[in-house]
């Protein structure tokens, strides 16, 4: 699986947007970019995931690419809760027995 | 459904002991695997395992055993703990181990090897 690219920390004033981007320039064909994250030592919880078109669910909205060598992951609105740390994985469709590996991630401090 | 359970929450070894992290899902996933996270670091697959009787190693396996005797549970087991054992373990589940899925993470286990 394509390795990925995170800045290790972001500020981002509560109640504003929050980008937080992805780098994943050795993305394959069949691998879909993946968002965790992990708020306080609870473990890791599934946010949004997507192939090569925009994707929006009741959490986040996902802005890939044209050529999907870069990600950003968007909180419309961050609250203070959305402190956490946001992992991207990159990840085969096809694997049989994948397995996923998360980075370092990016840590947010949403600031009041 | 409980989700991913794991057992027990905070456990304290002496060098050389050995004990069994417990992991279990009630949802029926194919996929289970097991991460540790030392502080301040991002998480680290151990093992892995596709499916009943079937494991496979991660990043980090030495000094880790796994089994998978059911759908259900996948204990890990620490044969002999070192303080370099020191970390939060989690377990995760997913319902294949292909296609589009998302991975369901237990609390974590935190472990103190003395």
């Known amino acids: 699986d394509a390795k990925t690219t995170q800045p290790p920390s972001m500020d981002c004033a509560e109640g504003r947007a929050a980008n937080l981007p992805c780098n994943h320039s050795?993305?394959?064909?069949?691998?879909?970019v993946y968002w965790y994250r992990q708020i306080h030592s609870q473990g890791p919880q599934y946010i949004i995931h997507?192939?090569?078109n925009n994707e929006t669910n009741e959490m986040a909205s996902l802005i890939i690419t044209e050529d999907r060598k870069s990600s950003t992951l968007i909180l419309p609105h961050a609250t203070l809760r959305d402190t956490a740390v946001y992992y991207c994985?990159?990840?085969?469709?096809?694997?049989?027995?994948?397995?996923?590996?998360f980075g370092a991630g990016t840590r947010l401090f949403v600031k009041a | 459904n409980a989700g991913v359970t794991q057992t027990p929450k905070f456990q304290v070894l002496k060098t050389g002991q050995s004990m069994t992290l417990q992991c279990a899902q009630d949802?029926?996933?194919?996929?289970m695997s097991w991460y540790r996270q030392d502080p301040g670091m991002g998480l680290r697959l151990i093992h892995y395992?596709?499916?009943?009787?079937?494991?496979d190693q991660g990043e980090v396996p030495n000094g880790y055993n796994v089994s998978r005797s059911t759908t259900e549970d996948f204990p890990l087991r620490l044969l002999s703990a070192a303080p370099s054992q020191t970390s939060v373990y989690f377990c995760?589940?997913?319902?294949?181990?292909?296609?589009?899925?998302?991975?369901?993470f237990g609390p974590g286990t935190r472990l103190t090897v003395l």
């Open positions: 995760a589940s997913s319902y294949t181990t292909s296609g589009v899925n998302e991975q369901f």
């Open positions: 050795t993305i394959s064909g069949n691998e879909y």
């Open positions: 997507g192939l090569k």
């Open positions: 395992s596709v499916g009943a009787g079937i494991t």
């Open positions: 949802m029926n996933h194919e996929y």
């Open positions: 994985i990159v990840r085969s469709l096809y694997t049989g027995g994948f397995k996923t590996i």
